[in-house]
């Protein structure tokens, strides 16, 4: 349909949706409203004045009331029937009268059911005089029970309402829009379907319409609008705060208006001033006072870090070194500080690969501790158990309606109670594709919805990936059987990387190996291009390593004896180096190798030989020989 040039200018600057209903008056007498309900709205300028931020029911009068229209009737579950405009002056008087006209005296705070509702519409859809006036069914989600199993009643009044919206009667009054237009009945409603689905479904007298969050021409308008709070009236004469204004806007991603407007008396009540606005966005958003990332002693621990991290994972210098680098970009807020607009992407991205057991999971427990002083601190997923399309309902709770819906996600909740935290998605690779896709929301814009309409934000939280993606690839399909160099058929998956390659070697082996899983493999490759050069390759252990990782682990096993049961253990130098040869002979298995090897080689006979003895406090045991015989190792102490 097009609209008359008078009518597009007089809507000029107008909600899209305003101008929408406002165009289609004359062929729709029902509209179904959801979406951004409860927000403000930009309403232009009245007669040369500044721009305004009203709530729907006074944007919907404003626009009506330039048509012609005398009065907004709202039915309200709690309220009962209102009139708007119910001002104390000849506006609120006027319209007063006019819905009298229409529906008779009405009592304060009436209340009608649901059959009294069905006369006061028809009453104003079907008037009998030439009053222009429209009918605000407000919650219109609590009407009904279920919409797809309704009461009688229920049933009963919403048949009525289709059967009205196909007999309304159009109104023709002198005025601004002389020609006839209907009195619209408007259902505001949280989602399209909370609807029966009957009423809507091929019924062409019924518009549905949905009001979209702001975007950034909206935030930046009102930006400079609550601008005024901070005593700047023309931001347009403010480099300054005209800056300030676009960085809040930009911040204030994913917010309504109305969050806006409350982050400005937030921040008015903290005295902050316009231009440190992001910070009251992210307490705001976050729901916490206290920055972390804002603490002094951080830098100085994740300094010392660099001393004390590559004594705890050995062996791993390149991603000790890379991974500390991407913690000191998130500890100076630089994460992401290329894009445009980067404030809302998590605090730090880091995608661990490599070999098991070469201390990927080790060093996340490292950074965490680093920042917050407990390793336990983190909080990990094992993505095995998320390999169904469904177990995705842990990490954000379930739709509304299941089992469940109201305990949210396991992830979402975490978040919401914490925001600063380090988060571990351990062997990324075994979720389902369909999980992988709630990641790419979270690493682009810092936030996710639960299965309750609620966002969480990361923007303050380091999200660490682990995988053990390019240890093994297919083998490549060649003509015949098998390929005469390997005798491998066709689709047999191979060894990728081995020991002894050089680190160059590996990180060109396995990124490519990633890179071919997520484009090739899922189809994903917009969420490779989320993890960036985050990805930090683990290398194969080298024997000086693992000479190492075994003297801790044993010191460990020597430590546990103590505390555990006040014994001191000594071990022999030839038994050491035997235990040495034992544990450290297959380096592709990794630290955790060397520790099951330790596990079954000393800890179980050791175990089994203090069994069989009277332990006395401050003793002291010297395990003086090993040997092994017919696959069971026995220890001689002294």
Known sequence: MTESPTLGGRLQGWPAFIRELDATLSVHSQYVLSGNLHDSFLAPPAEGGPAGLLPLRDLLWESLRSSGF????????????????????????????????????????????????????????????????????????????TPTDLEPAERDFFRYCERLSRTARPVRVAGPRPKPLYNPVIWLVERPGDLPPWLTTGNENIREITIPRPHLGDRQETARLLARAFGVPDVGADPVAAEACDAFAEQADGLTLQSMIEITRLARERNVALTELPDAVRTYKLGVLDNPWSRGHLRRRVLEGESKVPERVVGQPQAVTKTLDILKRAVLGLSGAQATRSGSRPRGVLFFAGPTGTGKTELAKAITELIFGDESAYLRFDMSEFSSDHAGERLIGAPPGYVGHEAGGELTNAIREDPFRVILFDEIEKAHPRILDKFLQILEDGRLTDGR??????????????????????????????????????????????????????????????????????????????????????????????????????????????????????????????????????????????????????????????????????????VAGIERRGGIVQLELL
């Open 70 to 145: 005398s009065c907004l009737v709202v039915y309200d579950p709690v309220d009962g029937l209102l009139v708007h405009p119910d001002t104390d002056d000849e506006a609120g008087d006027a319209a007063a009268a006019a819905a009298e006209r229409l529906l008779g005296k009405l009592k304060p705070e009436d209340k009608p059911s649901l059959e009294a509702l069905t006369r006061q519409l028809a009453a104003v859809a079907r008037p009998a005089d030439n009053v222009r006036a429209a009918f605000v069914i407000d919650s219109a989600s609590r009407i009904a029970r």
């Open 453 to 622: 309409g609620n966002t969480v934000h990361f923007s303050e939280a380091i999200l660490i990936f682990t995988s053990n993606l390019g240890m093994y690839v297919e083998a490549p399909a060649l003509p015949g059987a098998t390929r005469p160099e390997t005798g491998f058929s066709p689709g047999t998956r191979v060894q990728n990387i081995h020991p002894g390659m050089s680190y160059d070697e590996i990180e060109t082996k396995l990124k490519g190996a990633i890179s071919d899983h997520f484009t090739a493999v899922l189809n994903r490759p917009e969420l490779l291009n989320r993890f960036g050069d985050n990805i930090v390759v683990f290398n194969f252990i080298s024997a000086e390593a693992a000479d190492r990782i075994f003297d801790l682990q044993l010191a460990n096993i020597c430590r546990r004896v103590a505390d555990e049961h006040r014994l001191s253990l000594t071990i022999k130098g030839e038994v050491r180096k035997t235990l040495r040869e034992w544990c450290t002979g297959e380096l592709d298995k990794g630290g955790r190798g060397i520790g099951m090897a330790l596990e079954s080689h000393f800890v179980n006979p050791l175990a089994r030989a203090l069994f069989d003895r009277e332990l006395a406090g401050d003793e002291r045991i010297t």
